[in-house]
């Protein structure tokens, strides 16, 4: 996949984004005095997460420097860098014990697994409502107010979100 300096820029911009959302700075993480994500994990995660977006959108028509859906972009990046240092975290997770005492080392993958698990079924959602609403504004158009027909009023408004409330979108 190339891409043009625009793109960079953008990766460059989401990764500071990312590293702020989940607070990955040294000063944050005074146990490994380090971020925790390298650059190039964020933007592997990144690529991963505009790839599977502009697989699963039925109109692809845009790339990570004018992806309409940012925040989806960047929770969707955050999830795969979650599920990958869960992966990492279960793969070496290791239990001590001597003279009594026990230390539990990289012990978190559950925990790991509940806020991706969680993460991904938010983005997924909001993935879908955006996808739908586009493409009924792509196939009527915006309409000045006063304008909606009975029947973009009435599908507009039975949208729903992620916890089954109505959303009406109508003037």
Same mark, same amino acid.
């Given at each position: 996949? /190339? ?12 990764? *500071? ?10 000063? =944050? ?14 933007? @592997?995660? @990144?690529? +991963?997460?505009?790839?599977? =977006? !502009?697989? %699963? ?13 940012? +925040?989806? @972009? $960047?929770?969707?990046?955050?999830? !795969? ?5 869960? !992966? #990492?975290?279960? *793969? ?10 026990? &230390?539990? @080392? ?8 509940? #806020? ?6 938010? &983005?997924?959602?909001? $993935?879908?409502?955006?996808? /739908?609403? *586009?493409? &009924? ?10 304008? &909606?027909?009975?029947?973009? %009023?009435? /599908?507009?408004? $039975?949208? %729903?979100?992620?916890?089954? #409330? ?6």
């Amino acid at each position: 996949m /190339a891409f043009t300096p625009a793109d960079e820029k953008s990766i460059q911009k989401y990764i *500071r984004y990312i590293r702020e959302m989940i607070n990955d700075k040294p000063e =944050m993480n005074r146990l490994i005095r380090g971020e925790e994500s390298s650059d190039s994990q964020i933007r @592997l995660a @990144l690529l +991963h997460a505009i790839s599977r =977006m !502009i697989t %699963e959108d039925p109109i692809p028509n845009y790339g990570i420097s004018n992806c309409p859906y940012p +925040h989806l @972009l $960047l929770d969707y990046a955050l999830y !795969i860098l979650l599920r990958n240092a869960g !992966i #990492w975290n279960s *793969r070496n997770a290791l239990q001590y014990s001597a003279g009594g005492l026990t &230390v539990q @080392l990289y012990g978190k993958g559950g925990e790991y697994m509940q #806020w991706m698990n969680q993460l991904e079924r938010s &983005v997924k959602s909001e $993935l879908r409502d955006a996808y /739908a609403t *586009r493409n &009924v504004r792509a196939a009527y158009g915006y309409f000045p107010a006063g304008m &909606v027909s009975d029947y973009i %009023e009435g /599908a507009m408004s $039975l949208l %729903e979100d992620s916890d089954g #409330w109505t959303i009406n979108c109508a003037p």
